[in-house]
């Protein structure tokens, strides 16, 4: 094969060959182009495909929430366009001048981790390339329904050393319909969240300075674990003994022990305390 010959984006790759996946890679690409369009000095890092959609990370400043309907409507010019996606294989030098000189520093880092004598291709769409093995549809309009879904923080290379990026996510499915429903979806498990339950129901509450993950029980919350332990304590002792007495009885073929034993253990938690007490005989 020729060096940097176009060829279509099926041929190669290492991509999942599920349909879904392959439009997802391709929509992290339409995401890249629209945030680049949006913001020419970005720089692209690095967005595969995910469970269940894609993200890209870009080296810009904080996105706010408004930017989520201005990518998406990028994002839906692009894929209106209906460009098609074209996979290039060239020599290691020539991929690495083409993107230094685009400015796009991560891509470089990244070739250059590439072996010599590997090969190396990119995929373009429009004036858009990205280094990429693929594979992608045929063109943008394959793309169906897209959400930009939530911004986050990453580190490069996942290294809190290194620079820190930000991450958009996103998701896309082969219709509006699959899409409305994993929206609903993620909504609902949003209002079961047990972090939004505890504080609206005033169960608990998390404090930093006590610990991360640390739940503080309010009133209303102790109530449930404290209950709880009372079942527990309650089926244990309504079976006649308790784990220290059936050591006790265990022991009683080998000594001559009292004709009966008793085992009292108190326990106490978020402000509750019980005593419980177990008779068993020695007989």
């Not at 094969?1 to 176009?6: E, F, R, S």
């Not at 020599?91 to 001048?97: C, I, K, V």
Request: with cysteine.
């Amino acid at each position: 094969m020729k060096q940097d010959q176009a060829i279509r984006p099926r041929d190669k790759g290492d991509v999942p060959e599920d349909p879904l996946s392959r439009m997802r890679h391709s929509a992290s690409h339409v995401l890249a182009d629209a945030v680049k369009r949006l913001r020419p000095n970005a720089k692209v890092a690095i967005g595969p495909s995910i469970e269940n959609g894609f993200y890209y990370d870009f080296d810009t400043e904080p996105f706010a929430p408004e930017d989520i309907e201005r990518i998406e409507a990028e994002m839906r010019k692009i894929i209106a366009e209906n460009l098609p996606f074209a996979r290039h294989v060239v020599p290691r030098h020539e991929a690495l001048e083409r993107f230094r000189s685009r400015g796009e520093l991560y891509k470089v880092e990244i070739i250059e981790s590439i072996p010599e004598g590997e090969e190396v291709s990119y995929f373009q769409h429009g004036d858009f390339i990205d280094l990429c093995r693929g594979p992608h549809v045929e063109r943008t309009g394959d793309i169906k329904a897209v959400k930009v879904l939530s911004f986050a923080g990453a580190y490069w290379r996942g290294d809190e050393r290194n620079q820190q990026l930000q991450r958009v996510y996103g998701t896309a499915f082969p219709s509006k319909a699959e899409l409305d429903a994993y929206l609903a979806q993620i909504e609902e498990a949003k209002r079961r969240d047990h972090r939004t339950l505890g504080k609206q129901l005033d169960l608990f509450s998390f404090d930093d300075l006590v610990g991360p993950g640390f739940a503080l029980w309010h009133p209303k919350g102790a109530f449930v674990p404290t209950r709880s332990r009372t079942s527990s304590v309650a089926r244990t002792s309504g079976a006649g003994m308790t784990s220290s007495t059936r050591r006790t009885s265990r022991a009683s073929s080998c000594s001559k022990p009292p004709a009966t034993s008793r085992t009292t253990r108190t326990t106490s938690s978020a402000g509750w305390s019980w005593t419980v007490s177990a008779i068993s005989s020695n007989r």
